[in-house]
């Protein structure tokens, strides 16, 4: 059915918003190509496509905070998703968040929200 994905526009690419399952909470914001969308499908976990180092991008490989998918979603255009997931290790964020959108416009300056979660410097350690 991934027919009604339109992976035509923009270099191949869907843009996929990721939510917590169970909070909703907005964790990430990531990108499909049709390959990471079947990986995705057959494994049950999520998949992406890493624009830097244009290859695909399991989430949580050297991690370890893989995202189990709940549902998948697609909006009217056909031209984005929307992953609601179990967040396994605790952040989402490469950053040691829980979400990767923990600063907020206040006034002039940009605050963090949000307490880290886990020690970046660990999240990427030789597995």
């Given amino acids: 059915m ?3 994905i339109d992976f035509s ?3 191949g690419l869907v843009p996929v918003v990721v939510q917590d399952d169970a909070t909703g909470a907005v ?7 049709r390959a990471a969308y ?3 499908i057959a494994t049950g976990y999520a998949c992406y496509w890493s ?6 991008w399991v989430k949580g490989e ?6 189990e998918v ?5 909006d009217c255009d056909g031209d984005t998703l929307l992953l609601r997931i ?6 989402a964020c490469h950053e040691g968040y829980a979400s990767c959108f923990f600063r907020r416009r206040d006034g002039n300056a940009w605050r963090v929200t949000a307490e880290r979660v886990v020690d970046p410097a660990t999240l990427y350690a030789k597995r």
């Fill in 2 to 4: 991934s027919d009604v």
């Fill in 9 to 11: 526009k923009s270099d």
């Fill in 27 to 33: 964790l990430m914001l990531a990108y499909m190509n």
């Fill in 38 to 40: 079947e990986r995705t």
């Fill in 51 to 56: 624009r830097s180092r244009r290859a695909l």
């Fill in 62 to 67: 050297t991690s370890g905070n893989r995202q």
């Fill in 70 to 74: 709940r549902s998948i979603d697609v």
């Fill in 86 to 91: 179990v967040q396994h290790g605790g952040a």
